[in-house]
């Protein structure tokens, strides 16, 4: 029999590639452990993704930064800030972010798609993810990627992603158009971190994230036979710990410095 196609998105790939153990306590344990409070960090990022996502909803004669404050809070997402001084200052940040972002763009300029599902098989992977934004430059497409964090990215951090890498490949297929270019958009401080893959790097990544898929369906068969779960799931403690949603839960993160969780937040202020 063939084997089974591992069905996936880049995150859930990442998840493993972090730590196995956060991997199982996401997709394996039914029911999951309870997760630990929203983080602040997370609700501005989704906020300011939405935001840009309504914004491209609008006929392009209507999309002008004036508008965006209505947009940002319509959708605002107001989990795991401190208080709500903290809220609005987070608010006018994002704002002033996206305000800068929109005026170096062309209203009138279609994106061949936003917040676009792509997917394709492989013989290992049958994967699929949301793209932030897919543009056409010439006769090529572009993924773009929005990132509110507060650290810098660079050309390497681009090459480096295996979610781009994977979107470029999944997008090739799906628009029958070649995807080589992926671009991370840092809002904070309005840079573009991009990089031009290859047909060999792209394969470099899709072998990489083939084999995480292999090794997690080792570890869900040995899980299976009546193996131990913490095993087959080990803990990768490191920096994240501090940050997982589950470092109650795991006897490793436990042992992490404790981050509020507006502390992601409370670094911009």
Sequence with gaps: MPERLFVCTPSKLAAYEDCPRRYRYSYIDRPAPAKGPAWAHNSLGASVHTALRSWYALPPGKRRPEG???LLRATWVSEGYRDTDQERA???RALAWLERYVDGLDPLDEPVGVERVVATKTATLALSGRVDRIDRRGDELVIVDYKTGRA???EDD???SRALALYAYAAER????RCRRVE???LPTETVSGHDHTEESLARHLRRAEEAARDILAAERAVADGGDPDQAFPTQPGSLCSWCDYRRTCPAGEQAPTREPWAGVARDE
């Design 90 to 92: 987070a608010f006018a």
């Design 174 to 177: 799906v628009f029958r158009r």
């Design 152 to 154: 810098g990215l660079s």
């Design 184 to 186: 991370l958009h840092h």
């Design 158 to 160: 681009a090459r480096g």
């Design 68 to 70: 965006l404050a209505s």
